[in-house]
């Protein structure tokens, strides 16, 4: 039997997640930038299955259920609330055999609601009762634990909690809030004393993901981790945000300077190294649930995987430049050694 995400975090481990499918699917032309609703899991089940599978060759322990704004104000903004218990159960469903079939540990997935209001009490119960709904679907399909993220509202990430903790059944909550470009959350709260509350409120794991690539996320993993005990938890974006752009919402083009969000952000895509001194700065500053959002692909989840020192099965088809007919690092034939040159040296 798979082990479980508490009894894992009791051992010592530390779990890797690979998320971002909403972007990846936008990248691979199966869902429309701007509305982030994954139909996808209706129209082409079988990618989803793939992709999956993809991620957990790549490294991730996890398989996300993709139901990330797949509540029932997202589908209604395209025409498709009846589809939603539909969408979610397919979702779960599918995550679920991925997970079987990989020994991998299967997660429910709620997300923030554009329709929440603090002020606004009508708002507020719409808002509950959408969370409330598909954590329902979440445990009636056998998800290990349930994901809420991507709030940049304390009050409604507590909502979410709340929600895991009435209606599923004991499983465990893993909260994370989204940073936007301020340094706390909207209510002007600190990350740290965030994290401590929703632990204090009964959050398994706690933590920030997407909005913010490395750079700008882990100064709030050193709050985060002063403030509480326990696993926390960290999943930026793929992008090189800046202390001058710190989130996606405002990185612009290199040319044209005007914003990239969402679909022209492929000019800011993290580095390698960039990953790796993510992944470096969670193990110096002791984050054991560690994955990456928007942006993600296979390859990032591979490397991010390799400096947590996992052994993912993709690993067997690392880079290895030794084998390149140019960049071999052995001596080239003439011929190839003027090749080599050609590429090496560009005209004035
Ligand atoms: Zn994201």
Redesign the pocket.
């Known amino acids: 039997m798979t082990k479980g995400l508490l009894q894992r975090f009791d051992d010592g481990e530390t779990l890797l997640v690979g ?2 499918y ?2 990846e699917f936008i990248r691979r032309g199966y869902l429309k930038s701007g509305a982030l609703v994954p139909e996808v899991v209706i129209e082409h089940p079988e990618l989803v299955q793939n992709m999956h599978e993809e991620f957990v060759h790549a490294g991730s322990e996890v398989v996300v259920a993709f139901t ?1 704004y797949g509540h029932r104000y997202k589908m209604n903004v395209i025409g498709r609330e009846d589809d939603v218990e539909k969408l979610n159960r397919n979702s779960l469903r599918m995550a679920r055999k991925v997970a079987n079939a990989t020994d991998t540990l299967m997660a429910g997935d709620l997300s923030n609601i554009a329709l929440f209001d603090p002020n606004n009490a009508e708002a507020i119960e719409m808002t509950q009762a959408m969370f409330k709904e598909q954590v329902i679907w979440a445990k009636e399909e056998g998800a290990d634990y349930i994901i809420g ?2 709030f940049n509202s304390f009050h409604e990430a507590s909502l979410a909690l709340e929600a895991i903790k009435q209606y599923g059944g004991g499983l465990p909550a893993v909260v994370t809030m ?1 940073p936007t470009s301020k340094k706390t959350t909207l209510e002007g709260m600190p990350f740290g004393e965030a994290c401590r509350k929703l632990k204090d409120m009964g959050a398994a794991v706690a933590g920030v ?3 913010r690539g490395p750079r700008t996320m882990v100064p709030f993993l050193k709050e985060m981790r002063q403030a509480c005990t326990g696993p926390i938890a960290a ?1 930026p ?1 793929c992008y090189a945000t800046t202390p001058e752009a710190p989130t996606i919402q405002i990185l612009k083009d290199r040319n044209s300077g005007k914003f990239c969000f969402a679909s022209n952000l492929a000019q800011h895509h993290c580095s390698m190294d960039e990953i790796e001194y993510f992944g470096q700065s969670c193990k110096e500053i002791g984050v054991k649930y560690i994955g990456l ?4 692909s296979s390859e990032y989840t591979r490397h991010l995987a390799e400096i947590l020192g996992k052994s993912p099965p993709s690993l067997r088809y690392k880079e290895d430049m030794s084998k390149h007919f140019i960049f071999t690092g052995g001596k080239l034939s003439d011929y190839y050694e003027t090749v080599k040159q050609a590429y090496l040296n560009p005209d004035d």
């Open positions: 998320e971002g909403l972007f990330y993220e991507t989204a993901n997407c909005s999943l974006v959002c928007c942006g993600n």
